[in-house]
């Protein structure tokens, strides 16, 4: 064994963390995670082609058994989610039922391809003030790999299937021309926070101004973000006072070919980013400042209706202060257009009361 002074750097623990996870009917299931900051996308395929049943579980591999566990775990936890009395941030993608299964198979996944992950470098020392680029975020290389059974044996190999992307972007959505667009190159990442498969979420810079930025990783993927840039457009053209929502600064595009998959959108006043109502002890709070909040939520939902932005699924962690005590709607819900098709104009509406009931409710002032 050597005894060499770097030996203890030579064994350091690969830094993990997990990024999203997705499972299905026991047909497939992908983990995506960064391991020494590489970004690594496992796929399981389920060896059971049985087609009379709902679910796939019947396969007798490991990786059968491993596409099990994530969806077992993911419908425990949105059972958990839905019952009554669940106090859970609803910010959270994964829950910890899913979070300890995912990692848990993160370290089988490293495990058995512990030859390959071996190769992978320690996260070097961060550049004395280097600057993250947004672009650098959206692009990065990803190693594909798939977890299977090979001659009775798991084995963890490169991923040569190829795969679909189908471009659901909207051709109907345009932009405003008096805004700025602003290149990925020259947006700078300040504070990192969502990285999902579809898109990326962050605080950042551009020219020392701090902004809020939500942008897709390709123009395929433009569909939910293009929902959020839409209603931002509704809302800063309509100048209503009554609507506290952070304006729509600029849009972001790709730094190679111009196309826009992005936008930033102003902070709330003062340096409190982040201070969402949800987190707030509301029983030490003076009843006149909840009053004020109460006050300000009600005319901020019902002027976004009478401009035809609505939120879907409102909750109070969509709200944040700023340093005034004044609330703000950061974060207007996105939804699917397939969702969109199935709802009428009053069901949404409704939806959209009942959920600023709930949250007066929490404030104690309905």
């Known amino acids: 064994m050597s005894t060499s002074p770097n030996h203890e750097e030579e064994t350091q623990a690969p830094v993990i963390d997990l990024v999203e996870i997705w499972g299905g009917l026991g047909d497939t299931a992908t983990i995506i995670f960064d391991y020494n900051s590489k970004r690594i996308c496992v796929s399981f395929y389920s060896t059971d082609k049985s087609e009379n049943s709902k679910y796939r579980f019947n396969g007798i591999l490991e990786e059968d058994r491993l596409i099990k566990n994530v969806a077992m775990a993911m419908d425990s936890e949105c059972r958990t989610a839905d019952e009554p009395g669940y106090t859970g941030s609803p910010d959270r993608e994964c829950g910890s039922i899913v979070d300890d299964v995912a990692y848990k198979i993160i370290n089988r996944v490293v495990e058995v391809g512990k030859e390959l992950f071996n190769t992978i470098p320690p996260i070097e ?71 999902e498969s579809d ?51 600029g849009y972001v595009k790709n730094a190679l070919n111009d196309d826009i998959i992005g936008y930033v959108q102003e902070l709330p006043p003062g340096n409190r980013f982040g201070y969402s109502l949800g987190y707030i002890k509301i029983a030490e709070v003076l009843r006149e400042t909840r009053e004020k909040w109460a006050a300000q939520i009600c005319q901020t939902i019902d002027a976004l209706h009478k401009i035809g932005v609505f939120c879907f699924d409102l909750n109070r962690y969509d709200f944040e202060l700023d340093n005034q005590d004044n609330l703000w709607l950061t974060q207007i819900q996105r939804y699917s257009r397939a969702e969109q098709a199935l709802e009428d104009l009053t069901s949404v509406m409704a939806r959209d009361k009942l959920a600023v009931k709930k949250i007066l409710k929490y404030l104690e002032v309905e």
């Not at 550049?127 to 977890?147: A, M």
């Not at 795969?163 to 190159?185: H, I, K, V």
């Open 125 to 195: 020392a961060p550049v004395l003030n280097g600057q993250i680029t947004l672009h650098s975020k959206l692009y990065r290389e990803t190693i594909d790999l798939v977890f299977k059974t090979v001659n009775g044996k798991p084995s963890v190999t490169k991923d040569n299937r190829q795969s679909t992307e189908f471009a659901d972007s909207d051709s109907s959505l345009r932009f405003d021309n008096d805004l700025p667009r602003y290149s990925s190159q020259e947006v700078l990442v300040s504070l990192q926070i969502s990285d």
């Open 199 to 249: 898109s990326y979420t962050a605080k950042v810079t551009i020219n020392e101004k701090p902004m809020y930025c939500r942008a897709a990783k390709s123009i395929s993927r433009l569909s939910s973000v293009g929902i959020e840039i839409s209603k931002l457009q509704k809302i800063r053209n309509a100048s209503s006072e009554h609507i506290k929502v952070p304006k729509l600064l």
